[in-house]
């Protein structure tokens, strides 16, 4: 239990404050001007950095430093060196390079790589993103100094999920300035995106999980009969903390404020068993990095409490599924939130102008968003009868809707105001209300001073929808910007582009239900793309206007981008693979005999009971119903093997994702149909795995 949260929070981290009492004033100025300048590090003020941390994590108890990388598989990656330099005299000194801080070496060779490198050309380099604070973390009794890093290839092409996040905020922030600067906001030195992402996840019993082959291999569960109550009293959301939740939650947080992650909100999500935990938004990248920080320590404090932490999108068919909403806005060096409407936003050009480039962006580049959300967790999710649809769209809420509609017909003049809420008690005060009420429905919503995209899958790094939000948002700010610095009188100019992208994109936003089917028609009507696999939203992705949007803002080269398509598809075919292969084996070695072996005592029964001069009539019946399910049992898994053994001869990737989506996934749907009927009839004691209902009520 701690007793002092400000003590506790950052306490393992190298930040600001550490820094400015541990570094020469010089130095530490010298740092600060070159992260403020966005300048690498010189090599004479690394070694003083470098050796002040060393000093620092070798305090906390510290024997080894890594480099902490994000390579394509969405983990993160780490190597530990030890600090020591053994002297000649037989002892060993503690050291640590200014060299060693800002550049590593690791073997790239068994990352993914999408046909970047060949397996040989095994170097890869690691570099020091000194906008994302180095920290000390403990794991069992080795205690390690991490340092965020970028990861690259010998040719210099980003293997990694940080880079192309890193370039995407350089993007953003020239064009972003570009169009203040035109906009006569001059003061304004640099913008960056703001990230703020509520993490959805699951736990379950230890005990249940580790006799689940499905849940250890693939995170989710391939088979099991849905529970006589599932979510629909509607009690989960929000209630009543369980008892062991919360010291799990409240472990979590602990871990969490000692790395500097500002672990903010926590509650009970719809499904039983799921919940949630927010932060406080921070840079894009920084946001990123502690992203997975809070995933692994989800996972890693579950097990001390006998739990496992399941952060796949989907782990239980017939309950919602988890995903990530990604809170994003764009921020000043000036302190400014630009996606702030304050309170008269017909008024407000530098809002107008944000909030229309993004629209814009997302309208025109929705295909490509919807891809960076698509991988085999999220297809359950997404297009399914829950959480967001696979349909792009944008809800504006009421006072922005009207001022779109004002600029759409020429020109906003006025807002519409909030006024306030009376309960009708007289113990109670009055309530400001929103102008605006809230969409839950929506994949991306206008919430008050920022953007949420809800699509995000829950496993999933932030960093890969957020470099595609940051580049087409700064794709549109360039060719706002063009106009701009074009205008003999801005703001007739401003009017202008924002009447033409008001009208041009109205089909864009929808502030309606979006769970409902005519909402799908509706869209279709419009125009909008609906891709509900995985498979045809990755194919986009090479799209020519695609590949020269990342090459125009720097992001990813073609190659580069080609390559991670490249991954994302194997990505999505591995995952398919292995559940079915799993499915296989737990059909086969689980399934099958304690089916077969209930089929053995219903028959020997019978055979009792007959002898003794009765019917056995219920127990026939129930005898030729098991039969019939091992029949469909056996034919599907055997329809299953010779379907994984016909993506050997496919070549393409896509081609072979296709597979998997019309000819595996349909097999593995059978499978499961087959598996799951017959949990409902077979006795409980020979059931082999544990049930929906224990996993998903039994803390
Ligand atoms: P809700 O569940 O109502 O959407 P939460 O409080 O759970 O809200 O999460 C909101 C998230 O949005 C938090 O992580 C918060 O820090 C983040 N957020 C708030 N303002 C911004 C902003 N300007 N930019 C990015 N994220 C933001
Ligand atoms: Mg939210």
């Not at 106009?483 to 009208?503: D, G, S």
């Not at 002898?611 to 049992?633: F, P, T, V």
């Amino acid at each position: 239990m701690i007793t002092d949260v400000t003590q506790v929070f950052g306490s393992n981290v190298f930040n600001d404050a550490v820094m400015r009492q541990r570094l020469p004033k010089n130095i530490y100025r010298q740092f600060k001007y070159n992260i403020e300048d966005r300048r690498p590090l010189e090599a004479a003020l690394a070694d003083v950095i470098a050796n002040a941390m060393k000093d620092w994590a070798v305090e906390k108890g510290a024997t080894h430093f890594c480099h902490w990388f994000q390579p394509m598989t969405g983990l993160t990656a780490e190597k530990h060196d030890a600090f020591i330099a053994p002297t000649a005299d037989g002892r060993t000194i503690m050291e640590f390079s200014g060299k060693e801080l800002t550049r590593g070496e690791p073997d790239a060779s068994s990352f993914p790589s999408g046909g970047l490198r060949a397996t040989f050309e095994a170097r890869g380099y690691t570099a020091w993103d000194c906008t994302s604070p180095v920290f000390v973390k403990a794991d069992g009794t080795n205690t390690t100094l991490y340092i965020p890093c970028a990861f690259c290839s010998y040719t210099g092409e980003a293997l990694d999920k940080k880079t192309p996040l890193l370039r995407s905020m350089d993007a953003l922030d020239r064009q972003a300035i570009r169009v203040l600067h035109a906009l006569k906001e001059t003061s304004v030195r640099h913008v960056t995106g703001t990230l703020g992402p509520e993490q959805e996840y699951f736990l379950v019993d230890h005990r249940f999980f580790e006799t689940r082959l499905d849940l250890v291999l693939t995170g989710r569960t391939l088979f099991g009969a849905a529970s006589p109550r599932g979510q629909e009293l509607e009690d989960h959301y929000f209630g009543a903390l369980h008892e062991r939740v919360a010291s799990f939650m409240s472990e979590v947080n602990t871990e969490l404020w000692k790395l500097g992650v500002s672990a903010k909100t926590q509650h009970n999500e719809v499904a039983p068993a799921q919940y949630e935990i927010a932060p406080v938004f921070e840079s894009v990248n920084v946001a990123t990095d502690n992203n997975q920080l809070t995933m692994e320590t989800l996972r890693k404090v579950a097990l001390r409490h006998g739990f496992a932490c399941l952060l796949h999108e989907k782990p239980f068919k017939g309950v919602n599924g988890s995903g990530k909403h990604n809170n994003w806005s764009l921020v000043t060096d000036t302190g400014r939130n630009l996606l702030d409407p304050g309170d008269t936003p017909h008024d407000n050009m530098v809002f107008l102008v944000f909030l229309c480039a993004v629209v814009r962006a997302v309208d025109k580049y929705a295909r490509l968003l919807r891809a960076s959300v698509a991988n085999a967790g999220n297809e359950h999710r997404l297009g399914a009868n829950e959480a967001p649809p696979a349909i792009v769209s944008i809800f504006l809420g009421d006072q922005l809707n009207d001022i779109f509609e004002q600029l759409a017909a020429g020109g906003a003049k006025s807002s519409r105001k909030g006024g306030e809420l009376k309960l009708g008690v007289s113990t109670l005060p009055p309530l400001p209300k929103d102008c605006t009420d809230r969409n839950r429905t929506s994949p991306f919503a206008f919430t008050g001073n920022k953007f949420e995209f809800r699509m995000v899958g829950s496993t999933q790094s932030t960093s890969g929808p957020t470099f595609v939000l940051n580049t087409i948002v700064a794709d549109i700010l360039s060719e706002i910007a063009d106009e701009l610095e074009q205008a003999k009188e801005t703001p007739k100019t401003v009017q202008k582009i924002l009447q033409r992208i008001a009208n041009e994109h109205k089909r864009i936003v929808f502030n309606g239900d979006n769970y409902c089917s005519d909402w799908i028609a509706e869209a279709q009507r419009r125009g909008l793309p609906n891709m509900v696999s995985t498979a045809e939203a990755l194919l986009v992705i090479m799209d020519p206007a695609h590949v020269s949007l990342f090459e125009r803002h720097g992001v990813l080269s073609p190659s580069e981008l080609h390559a991670r398509t490249e991954i994302l598809f194997e990505a999505y075919i591995k995952a398919i693979q292995i559940e079915a292969r799993t499915m296989i084996r737990m059909a086969r070695r689980q399934i099958l005999p304690a089916a077969i072996s209930y089929a053995g005592q219903v028959a020997s029964s019978i055979n009792a009971v007959k002898s003794a001069g009765s019917a056995a009539c219920i127990m026939e019946k129930n005898l030729k119903e098991i039969d019939r399910l091992l029949d469909h049992l056996g034919a599907a898994t055997e329809k299953l093997e010779e379907a994984l053994k016909q993506i050997e001869s496919i070549q393409m990737a896509s081609d072979q994702a296709c597979h998997c989506r019309d000819v595996i996934i349909p097999i593995m749907t059978t499978l499961r149909e087959a598996a799951d009927a017959l949990e409902m009839i077979v006795d409980a004691q020979v059931w082999p795995l544990p049930t929906y209902s224990e996993m998903l009520f039994l803390r």
